[in-house]
């Protein structure tokens, strides 16, 4: 995974980096779902499938990590592994299954409230993609 915590005043800020929109992407669920999960491992005997549309990559990116909080609140599901990712970047489409359980089974710490638009970016560099987002906690 290759997402890296970087300083900020109140909140979380994080940039994930990798060589695909795909992987940019789920690298940065994955350092959301670390601040989330307290125990690390969690078994997975639930899928859950998202389908997300949008009218641009940052605003996409929102939706993507906004549903696991939905999840997380709404459902009680913790995912533990992301499936499946596609990206349609022409037409700001995301579909993917997610592997989890009943968060009710773990120590979940519950602390970020929201996805921020606060220097939210996607953005292709120099052959690879960024991420760079902040998490309301």
Same mark, same amino acid.
């Given at each position: 995974?290759?997402?890296? =915590? ?10 994930? @980096?990798? @060589?695909?929109?795909?992987?940019? =992407?789920? /690298? ?10 307290? /125990? ?6 639930? &899928? #859950? ?10 605003? $996409?990116?929102?939706? =993507? &990590? ?5 999840? &997380?609140?709404?459902? !009680? ?8 990712? #596609?990206? /349609? #970047?022409?037409? =700001?489409?995301?579909?993917?299954? $997610?592997?989890? +359980? /009943? ?15 606060? +220097?939210?970016?996607?953005? #292709?560099?120099? !052959? ?6 902040? &998490?309301?906690?």
């Amino acid at each position: 995974m290759n997402y890296t =915590f970087l300083e900020h005043t109140a909140d979380i800020k994080f940039v994930a @980096k990798s @060589k695909t929109l795909n992987k940019t =992407f789920k /690298d940065s669920a994955y350092a959301l779902l670390n601040i989330i999960k307290e /125990d690390k491992k969690i078994s997975f005997n639930k &899928l #859950k499938k998202i389908k997300i549309k949008s009218n641009n990559l940052e605003n $996409l990116l929102y939706k =993507f &990590l906004e549903e696991f909080l939905f999840l &997380l609140d709404s459902q !009680n599901f913790i995912t533990e592994t992301i499936h499946n990712l #596609k990206i /349609d #970047k022409n037409n =700001f489409k995301l579909e993917c299954i $997610l592997k989890g +359980d /009943d968060n009710q089974k773990y120590n979940i710490n519950n602390k970020v409230k929201a996805i921020t638009y606060n +220097d939210l970016e996607v953005k #292709k560099q120099n !052959n690879f993609w960024l991420i760079t987002c902040v &998490l309301d906690v």
